[in-house]
């Protein structure tokens, strides 16, 4: 073998070192589950703090997904929706629940579940005996939402008509309604069953006046998460589905 040629080998074992220890740097900083940042709001029953612990049908649920994955229990942050909605849309390695999909955001973020079906309505105090056939009929009415979340999206192109009230979170609501200073709340129709009860108010004195829209509920990621870990993360999520603890939680939430 000539010089040049002993050269030019040393050369391309050299390169395939050097390629190696790339691809090894890679792996050993490749985004994992534990380098995520979890966020969520209080939506009760599916995201709530009780007595200092995050609990709810989503939470129960990612942990049951964690441990498929044999992932150890991670922080989870409880914020407004719209600060963690700004979040989830401009920081690498974070991820939202639980939100909706709608074709505006379809294309923002990777996508995993669903976690379930609910339905986003119109309520109001049946003393009002406020009737709405279409949403053009909110016309002169006040509407409670919550900022950035899929009921203010939805009802965003009656703000001409309408005075559409978005706030933070969701118990400003509830006290403007109760005391006559709102007409009505969007909200999902279950939750607002539950959350009023837990209240100390009866379900029984509101009415659902207009179905806005029925529709599944996913764990939204940043839209540069690797597809890799996606796609880990939907496979677990849907062996935690046939198990019976899943069962077991919608019963303990929603019943």
């Known amino acids: ?47 709530y703090t009780e007595r200092g612990e995050i609990k709810g049908i989503s939470v129960d649920l990612l942990r049951m997904t964690w441990k498929e994955l044999g992932v150890a229990p991670q922080p989870i942050d409880v914020l407004p929706w719209a600060r963690a909605y700004e979040h989830v849309q401009n920081d690498p390695a974070t991820i939202l629940f639980s939100m909706a999909k709608t074709e505006g955001r379809e294309d923002m973020f990777k996508w995993a579940g669903p976690i379930r079906v609910v339905r986003f309505v119109l309520v109001a105090k049946k003393s009002k005996q406020i009737t ?38 969701m118990k400003q609501n509830i006290s403007k309604l109760m005391d006559d200073r709102l007409d009505i709340v969007a909200y999902e129709e279950r939750s607002w069953h539950k959350i009023i009860a837990k209240k100390g108010l009866s379900p029984d004195d509101f009415e659902t006046i207009f179905i806005l829209k029925e529709t599944p509920v996913f764990f939204a990621f940043h839209i540069q998460t690797p597809p890799a870990l996606i796609t880990q993360f939907q496979k677990a999520l849907e062996c935690s589905k046939t198990r019976d603890a899943y069962q077991q939680l919608l019963d303990k939430y929603l019943k």
């Open 1 to 47: 073998m000539s010089i040049a040629q002993h050269n030019k080998h040393l050369t391309l074992i050299a390169l395939m070192l050097c390629l190696l220890w790339v691809c090894s740097a890679v792996t050993a900083h490749a985004l994992s589950f534990e380098d995520l940042t979890y966020m969520t709001e209080e939506y009760y029953p599916y995201n």
């Open 132 to 169: 709405l056939a279409t949403l053009d009929d909110l016309a002169g009415y006040s509407v409670g939402t919550l900022r950035d979340d899929i009921t203010d999206i939805l009802l965003e192109k009656y703000k001409k008509i309408a005075k559409i009230d978005a706030v933070a979170e």
